[in-house]
């Protein structure tokens, strides 16, 4: 169950540093991440004051993490730390990084990782991505919006039945 997996967090956390999990492990930093959003969550759904403090430790050391290694971030890694920051100022908790500074530090890194080729397209990613340049703006966000929509509206089937307009599965 959901709260299940809310103590689960709460018992691996370090109550040090904030971390989840083993710091030295490959992909911590994407993992912690996914772990933050949970517990952003669950602070804003459950309005516990324990909830609260523990991802506020959670948003802090991802913060200090994100600033500290955001251009060796791999992609995947960076659009986790993209979605949890943001999801965890949606939530009320302070990042100390705005959602479109995060986006901006990002988002040179990510518009040439993701090249659009759909034949191995990982579309969680191209959703954060889309997301972040957004965010974003300007030049860089026009044009991704402009390759997205070309390839996405290239892709949909024209068969004259009920598969019309839609994509086949990647």
Known sequence: ???????????????KTGAFGDELQPRHLERHAMANSAMALAKLTSGSILLRKKATASTAYLKRKTEA???TLNPSAALWVFHSLNESQMCGLDSGLSAKAIAEGLS?????????NFGSLDLQAL????????KVGGAQWEDWKHRVEKKLLGLQSLAADDHRGSWDSV
């Open 1 to 15: 169950s959901v709260v299940s997996g809310i103590n689960w967090l709460q018992r691996i956390q370090n109550s």
């Open 69 to 71: 290694n955001l251009r």
């Open 108 to 116: 040179v890194d990510l518009s040439e990782a993701l090249d659009l």
């Open 127 to 134: 959703f954060f991505e889309t997301l972040a340049l957004k």
